[in-house]
């Protein structure tokens, strides 16, 4: 039952906050901080009893009960060591949220904490469940808090931005539940009973033909909600327009659902389709790396280069798993958890200087740290991060996925590697100007530094950031079984050559040796 509290309480809190009466701002506010505290001390006896040895799902910890059996659909839960690292990613970052938005958020405050909290319910389900229809439950059940989060708590464009974050992700939905269906029929006239069991679709084997199809669904759907370059272009709108809690679910959350997907579902239930696409998918992600990084070096809104500075990271993230190996994938796994963690937090910096001065301009800065040396400390280590430092904790899924793509192809590898040096061109020049130099602006000369909530918002986020830069093994050792697991499962069902394969052939100018005579 561990799992079920663990996706639940959230929203038991969320029904608690609607009998408060709406006048007590500051009793919803600590009722939606303890729901979230509460929930992520629950990850603590979850770590403990995880079985960090197996390939596959926790069986030990899985829950299963029939829901319609008509249909075939239950409320079926699974963990393993991918899932595990996102359910404590998601509690740690909806806690930080709930924090960060005591003084950001004074209107309507009992209907933003019961979003927030019934968002969070959502993110979870997606990581636990393990039958589709369930998945497909919590999936959508994600869509509508983040709409009315943007849409009424957002900035000058918040409408334009929450209808086009929420067409974007409803179209991906509507094709992605099409594929479900097809599946569902497909199994259930194999076995001659109905189930959406992940373990049932595991152990198919559609044709050829019918898995690229299917994969091109399911990875539309995932494909938008990562974003990969071109279905990004609701993200930097959503990232700028949506309050800062907004900009830390979406980017350290709900990005990773679209990932997550991914190698759930897409990878391990149509191997052969994957194989067929992933050329394609490469080079998508290659001109996002670029693209992203180009895109973010442009801007004179931070928090619009934080936005752009995601698809860039998002590129580098699925490339590393498209090298379909151990290294790859646990490095794109890793690097969903960094990003998660520096991303969050740089917009968590980006909003506590918003609300000192309402502006995000770069121009409108300069030599804040001689103001702000907390802020300027706290800035700088999460910004270390986002570019990979040695120490830090991007360095290692920077180096993993890296090291995943050198052994499938260097061309691959040397153009994704350039993401990281933009990466540090303009994290690195958006800091110097807004923190060294003489004060170019009176209003920034009486700026407070940061007050101990803002400390106790940060802290956990660079304490991570500082633990998996120096000691990744423990984060390997969770991770790497799952990566295993994937790359077996799609190993036992493929049929067609890997794209590795067809791009040598490609490009191979040596002729074909002739066949001996051996008529003499």
């Given at each position: 039952m561990l799992l079920t509290f663990i996706i639940f309480i959230p929203l038991l809190g969320a029904a608690?906050?609607?009998?408060?009466?709406?006048?007590?701002?500051?009793?919803?506010?600590?009722?939606?901080?303890?729901?979230a505290l509460l929930d992520l001390l629950l990850c603590l006896p979850l770590l403990f009893l995880f079985d960090y040895t197996a390939e596959g799902f926790d069986k030990a910890l899985a829950e299963s009960?029939?829901?319609?059996?008509?249909?075939?659909?239950?409320?079926?839960?699974?963990?393993?060591?991918?899932?595990?690292?996102?359910v404590v990613l998601t509690c740690l970052l909806s806690f930080v949220s709930v924090l960060c938005s005591f003084s950001a958020i004074t209107d309507r405050v009992k209907e933003y904490y019961f979003l927030l909290l019934m968002l969070q319910t959502g993110m979870l389900g997606t990581f636990l469940a393990s039958d589709l229809f369930l998945f497909f439950v919590f999936w959508e059940l994600m869509l509508v808090p983040m709409y009315f989060l943007i849409g009424v708590w957002g900035h000058e464009h918040r409408i334009?931005?929450?209808?086009?974050?929420?067409?974007?992700?409803?179209?991906?939905?509507?094709?992605?539940?099409?594929?479900?269906?097809?599946?569902?029929?497909?199994?259930?006239n194999a076995a001659g009973t109905p189930s959406f069991a992940l373990d049932r679709f595991y152990e198919m084997s559609f044709s050829v033909t019918a898995q690229r199809w299917l994969f091109a669904a399911f990875f539309?759907?995932?494909?938008?909600?990562m974003p990969l370059f071109p279905f990004h272009t609701w993200l930097p709108y959503a990232h700028t327009e949506a309050p800062t809690a907004g900009s830390v679910i979406l980017a350290g959350v709900l990005l990773k659902t679209g990932v997550y997907g991914f190698l759930r579902f897409a990878l391990p239930m149509f191997p052969d389709g994957a194989v067929f696409f992933a050329p394609t998918i490469m080079i998508l992600a290659l001109i996002g790396i670029v693209y992203g990084a180009l895109t973010a070096m442009a801007q004179s809104d931070v928090k619009r280069?934080?936005?752009?500075?995601?698809?860039?990271?998002?590129?580098?993230?699925?490339?590393?798993?498209?090298?379909?190996?151990?290294?790859?994938?646990?490095?794109?796994?890793?690097?969903?958890?960094?990003?998660?963690?520096?991303?969050?937090g740089?917009?968590?910096?980006?909003?506590?200087?918003?609300?000192?001065?309402?502006?995000?301009?770069?121009?409108?800065?300069?030599?804040?740290?001689?103001?702000?040396?907390?802020?300027?400390?706290?800035?700088?280590?999460?910004?270390?991060?986002?570019?990979?430092?040695?120490?830090?904790?991007?360095?290692?899924?920077?180096?993993?996925?890296?090291?995943?793509?050198?052994?499938?192809?260097?061309?691959?590898?040397?153009?994704?590697?350039?993401?990281?040096?933009?990466?540090?061109?303009?994290?690195?020049?958006?800091?110097?100007?807004?923190?060294?130099?003489?004060?170019?602006?009176?209003?920034?000369r009486g700026l407070s530094d940061l007050n101990a909530r803002e400390i106790l918002t940060l802290l956990p986020l660079v304490l991570f950031c500082f633990w998996i830069g120096l000691n990744p093994r423990p984060l390997q050792k969770t991770i790497e079984?799952?990566?295993r697991n994937i790359v077996r499962i799609m190993?036992?069902?493929?049929?067609?050559?890997?794209?590795?394969?067809?791009?040598?052939?490609?490009?191979s100018a040596e002729p074909i040796a002739p066949e001996p005579d051996r008529s003499r």
């Open positions: 608690f906050l609607a009998l408060l009466p709406r006048s007590n701002d500051r009793l919803i506010r600590d009722s939606a901080l303890a729901t009960h029939a829901w319609i059996p008509a249909l075939g659909v239950g409320y079926s839960l699974d963990i393993d060591g991918l899932s595990l690292v996102l334009y931005a929450s209808i086009k974050f929420f067409l974007y992700t409803a179209f991906g939905s509507a094709l992605m539940m099409i594929a479900i269906l097809w599946v569902y029929f497909a199994a259930w539309l759907a995932f494909a938008i909600k280069l934080v936005a752009y500075s995601s698809v860039s990271h998002m590129g580098m993230l699925l490339a590393g798993i498209l090298a379909f190996n151990v290294e790859g994938i646990s490095g794109g796994i890793i690097q969903m958890l960094n990003h998660g963690l520096s991303t969050g740089l917009f968590l910096i980006v909003g506590i200087i918003y609300e000192r001065r309402h502006t995000r301009e770069v121009s409108e800065f300069g030599g804040l740290a001689a103001i702000m040396p907390v802020y300027a400390a706290y800035f700088s280590i999460i910004m270390l991060s986002s570019i990979g430092l040695p120490g830090l904790n991007g360095f290692i899924g920077e180096f993993l996925i890296l090291l995943g793509l050198m052994g499938k192809s260097i061309l691959c590898t040397a153009i994704a590697a350039t993401g990281v040096i933009f990466g540090a061109c303009y994290m690195l020049r958006v800091y110097q100007k807004m923190m060294f130099g003489p004060v170019r602006v009176e209003a920034n079984p799952s990566a190993a036992e069902h493929q049929t067609q050559p890997s794209w590795v394969d067809r791009w040598s052939a490609m490009v």
